[in-house]
């Protein structure tokens, strides 16, 4: 147990438009789900954690309305890039947390994205 | 905030030996460390993890040792194998959930 998916794996998008990428718990609720960035040869750098049903928490200097996370249900999380730019290209990789497992992180397979 | 200093930044190792990665967290109130393999384009995969209660946990050939007063927890790999070969994260949790990653070291072993 304890899978979590992303989709899409790969997304190749223009300067200026907007990109969805989806986190999804499958075998599991999830009490909490976490945003990760990470850029090449680079550690993973936590953007926002969000809980189901209230306002995601940002770390600092990542911009809120730049990156919209939604989390709808306890076993989805969105994070949308909104106008995307080339220096927002980066594997972006969520992950979720159960209750059962007090601080261990399930991460999803990652989203590989790439503004041009 | 809470730190986490990971070093070395690059290890290379002979098929066989040991590898050793350290790491240094700031936050006292840091109460779960776990360690991370990562494949290229892959996500984190969990190797060993510890508690603050917990001075050294064991799997095969992974240990992690933890030292609270020094504030530092190492990774131990015995017999290394050239399939060891990734990027290793180590990880503080500061308060329920959420962690703190080092920034990583390159593990290279040469058959």
């Known amino acids: 147990g304890a899978v979590v998916s992303q989709h899409p794996s790969r997304v190749i998008c223009k300067s200026g438009t907007s990109v969805k990428i989806e986190c999804r718990s499958l075998d599991f609720q999830a009490t909490t789900m976490f945003w990760y960035r990470q850029f090449p040869k680079q550690s993973l750098m936590l953007m926002a954690t969000s809980n189901e049903g209230s306002k995601a928490t940002y770390e600092q200097g990542v911009e809120k309305d730049k990156f919209l996370i939604n989390h709808a249900s306890l076993t989805l999380s969105t994070l949308t890039v909104t106008s995307a730019h080339p220096e927002d290209s980066s594997f972006y990789i969520c992950?979720?947390?159960?209750?059962?497992?007090?601080?261990?992180?399930?991460f999803g397979p990652g989203t590989r994205l790439t503004v041009l | 905030g809470e730190n986490v200093e990971q070093h070395p930044s690059t290890l290379s190792v002979q098929e066989g030996d040991s590898a050793v990665i350290k790491c240094t967290y700031s936050?006292?109130?840091?109460?779960?460390f776990p360690w991370y393999k990562q494949e290229l384009g892959k996500r984190p995969q969990l190797i060993i993890d510890?508690?603050?209660?917990?001075g050294e946990k064991k799997d095969q050939r992974i240990a992690v040792t933890l030292n609270k007063t020094a504030k530092h927890f190492s990774l131990h790999i015995t017999e290394t194998q050239p399939e060891d070969s990734a990027v290793y994260f180590c990880?503080?949790?500061?308060?329920?959930?959420?962690?703190?990653f080092g920034t990583g070291t390159r593990l290279q072993v040469f058959p």
């Open positions: 992950s979720a947390s159960r209750l059962e497992h007090y601080n261990e992180q399930f």
């Open positions: 990880a503080a949790s500061i308060r329920a959930d959420k962690l703190i």
């Open positions: 936050d006292s109130a840091s109460n779960y």
């Open positions: 510890i508690r603050s209660n917990v």
